[in-house]
């Protein structure tokens, strides 16, 4: 079934509406960071926040990898199915913000499962031991592949990777321009992870897109 854009808004609203709401933190977190960043719109909002809390919950992953912290809104909502002794590793390359995203994990429950690492990532993740239950991708685009080739190998058998941003504000349907290198590469990860063997996947259109990977 196919609806107008209009309607579409509508429906999505309505869907927000008739969805359980974020936290009083998450959202003081959010007001906070509208107040205090100058890209704010690089926040999770609370609808795809609710999604990643349950498919976490469902999950009920013991490790956490996110590749991508900002302002720490996502790693709390993630955070929210940590089983008990869990933890989350959370990377982001700009350290102006770290003593802000810290600040409100620790005014969670899950402030001593969150471990925050400052650097770029293609560093970082090679320095990480062990197996992941549960893997979330929002960091640079420019480097999305980079990232799926090094993660899939370390998130365990029935593990899942979820990626932001995988419908780039609709540019992967549109004409691609000769300098767009952030969508090539959008485009050479949606086929990597529509086409790899070792894992299923299956691309929601919410929001900015959102992939669901498990590997087999």
């Given at each position: 079934?196919?609806?107008?854009?209009?309607?579409?808004?509508?429906?999505?609203?309505?869907?927000?509406?008739?969805?359980?709401?974020?936290?009083?933190?998450?959202?003081?977190?959010?007001?906070?960071?509208?107040?205090?960043?100058?890209?704010?719109?690089?926040?999770?909002?609370?609808?795809?926040?609710?999604?990643?809390?349950?498919?976490?919950?469902?999950?009920?992953?013991?490790?956490?990898?996110?590749?991508?912290?900002?302002?720490?809104?996502?790693?709390?909502?993630?955070?929210?199915?940590?089983?008990?002794?869990?933890?989350?590793?959370?990377?982001?390359?700009?350290?102006?913000l770290e003593d802000?995203?810290?600040?409100?994990?620790?005014?969670?429950?899950?402030?001593?499962?969150?471990?925050?690492?400052?650097?770029?990532?293609?560093?970082?993740?090679?320095?990480?031991?062990?197996?992941?239950?549960?893997?979330?991708?929002?960091?640079?685009?420019?480097?999305?592949?980079?990232?799926?080739?090094?993660?899939?190998p370390m998130v365990?058998?029935?593990?899942?990777?979820?990626?932001?941003?995988?419908?780039?504000?609709?540019?992967?349907?549109?004409?691609?321009?000769?300098?767009?290198?952030?969508?090539?590469?959008?485009?050479?990860?949606n086929k990597i992870?529509?086409?790899?063997?070792?894992?299923?996947?299956?691309?929601?259109?919410?929001?900015?897109?959102?992939?669901?990977?498990?590997?087999?």
């Amino acid at each position: 079934m196919h609806f107008s854009p209009e309607k579409y808004a509508v429906l999505e609203q309505y869907a927000e509406d008739h969805s359980t709401p974020h936290s009083p933190l998450l959202a003081q977190l959010v007001r906070a960071t509208w107040q205090r960043s100058t890209q704010p719109r690089m926040i999770s909002d609370a609808f795809q926040g609710r999604i990643l809390s349950m498919i976490s919950k469902m999950i009920a992953p013991k490790r956490i990898l996110e590749l991508g912290t900002f302002t720490g809104y996502s790693a709390l909502c993630l955070a929210e199915g940590l089983t008990e002794g869990g933890e989350l590793i959370t990377v982001d390359k700009n350290e102006e913000l770290e003593d802000f995203a810290t600040s409100f994990f620790e005014k969670s429950h899950y402030g001593e499962k969150i471990k925050m690492k400052i650097g770029k990532a293609l560093d970082v993740i090679p320095t990480l031991g062990g197996e992941f239950d549960l893997v979330f991708i929002d960091a640079d685009k420019c480097n999305y592949v980079n990232y799926i080739k090094m993660i899939i190998p370390m998130v365990r058998h029935g593990g899942v990777i979820l990626s932001d941003n995988v419908l780039w504000s609709g540019k992967v349907v549109e004409p691609l321009k000769p300098k767009d290198t952030d969508t090539a590469v959008i485009l050479e990860y949606n086929k990597i992870l529509a086409t790899d063997q070792r894992v299923e996947t299956i691309l929601l259109p919410i929001r900015d897109g959102l992939t669901i990977t498990r590997k087999k």
